[in-house]
């Protein structure tokens, strides 16, 4: 079946420091990828997104590139801040017909200290 | 325009009581999901609903479990004879009838059952 693998936390970071989270995945076709962030307290808001093989997603200075050789979206910034201190998740969608529900990884949970 | 709610966001029950919470998508959103979060994992898919069509069941969701959407807009999530199992994060999402179908998730309901 489909499933989301990510590096396993915590992670810690000094301020400005660079972040790579990796995730891999295993899934039939061609699913759209997602990174979630949940900030403490908080509901999982939508970070980025990609829908096909070398598409790159971005926001909020963070960046994932869908590598379909690799069955990787591993997500980057280039400076980390202290309000990045979060839990991520990387999760997918099935292509094809009927396929809605989000597969999770099991999230890395990311401390940036000062 | 706002978020997707849920009601209670914390829920102290007694094993075996029922319980029953409320989610309030975004209002134009016609597709409405059901996720189930444990301590350190990442979301697990309950079931999922176009307008007021109930269109996937995960296994996940044992009898005891219903949920409902009768006018497709506001759903219910319905635990009988709750277990201490049953102790999760419990979260709603929703999303357009349109692809890639991101879907936006509420705040969720802390559920304890003691």
């Known amino acids: 079946g489909d499933s989301v693998t990510q590096m396993e936390g915590p992670v810690t970071l000094s301020e400005e420091a660079f972040l790579t989270i990796n995730c891999t995945y295993t899934?039939?076709?061609?699913?759209?990828l997602f990174w979630y962030v949940q900030y403490p307290g908080e509901g999982l808001q939508l970070l980025l997104k990609?829908?096909?093989?070398?598409d790159k997603g971005s926001n909020k200075g963070f960046e994932a590139t869908y590598r379909k050789e690799t069955t990787s979206f591993h997500l980057e910034k280039g400076s980390v801040q202290v309000s990045d201190s979060a839990v991520y998740f990387c999760?997918?969608?099935?292509?094809?017909?009927?396929?809605?529900?989000?597969?999770f990884g099991k999230g890395t949970k990311l401390s940036v200290i000062p | 325009d706002t978020g997707v709610s849920q009601n209670p966001r914390h829920k102290i029950t007694k094993r075996g009581q029922n319980v029953t919470f409320r989610c309030d998508p975004i209002?134009?959103?016609?597709?409405l999901y059901w996720y189930r979060q444990t301590l350190g994992q990442g979301p697990e898919f309950l079931t999922y609903?176009?307008?007021?069509?109930?269109?996937?069941k995960s296994r996940l969701l044992s009898d005891r479990f219903s949920a409902e959407r009768p006018k497709g807009s506001f759903s219910t999530l319905e635990i009988q004879r709750t277990e201490q199992g049953d102790s999760a994060m419990y979260l709603c999402?929703?999303?357009?009838?349109?692809?890639?179908?991101?879907?936006?998730f509420g705040p969720g309901t802390r559920l304890t059952v003691t």
């Open positions: 999402a929703s999303s357009l009838d349109l692809y890639p179908y991101e879907q936006y």
């Open positions: 899934a039939t076709g061609y699913p759209s």
């Open positions: 990609a829908t096909k093989a070398d």
């Open positions: 999760a997918l969608r099935l292509s094809g017909a009927g396929s809605y529900q989000l597969t």
């Open positions: 209002s134009e959103h016609n597709r």
């Open positions: 609903f176009q307008n007021e069509a109930q269109l996937e």
